[in-house]
């Protein structure tokens, strides 16, 4: 399996903006199509933006269309969410997983492996 570890969470203010950085290590990262998920307290866990193999393809949550933003740098091995007019309830641990050889989903029990998650807590 891939190994993933997210970075880049934080406290902001409504309104602010945040990047997201998932760096991934131990497969061919190009291999994989990668999400964004996240999870607030008490909730279950929910996706939030997906991006294919070549970074060709993105999907969105309704809730974040418009603000957020997801793509990936392949010679990297990164993945990115940036996070434009945040809201209080865009509160959560942000996620991101893997799934190898398939298409961009944003479907988590599709997905193969994920990192430890970063928070990200906006406030009003």
């Known amino acids: 399996q891939v190994q993933l570890v997210e970075s880049g969470g934080g406290l902001v203010q409504a309104g602010g903006s945040l990047r997201l950085s998932c760096a991934a290590s131990?497969?061919?990262?190009?291999?994989?199509?990668m999400g964004w998920f996240r999870q607030a307290p008490g909730k279950e866990r929910e996706s939030v933006a997906a991006?294919?193999?070549?970074?060709?393809?993105?999907l969105y949550a309704d809730s974040v269309k418009g603000r957020f933003t997801i793509s990936r740098d392949n010679a990297k091995n990164t993945v990115y969410l940036q996070m434009n007019s945040l809201k209080p309830e865009d509160t959560a641990v942000y996620y991101c997983?893997?799934?190898?050889?398939?298409?961009?989903?944003?479907?988590?029990?599709?997905?193969?492996?994920w990192g430890q998650g970063t928070q990200v807590t906006v406030s009003s």
């Open positions: 997983a893997a799934r190898p050889f398939g298409l961009a989903t944003l479907q988590r029990q599709l997905y193969e492996s």
């Open positions: 131990g497969r061919t990262f190009s291999n994989y199509a």
């Open positions: 991006i294919s193999r070549s970074g060709s393809n993105t």
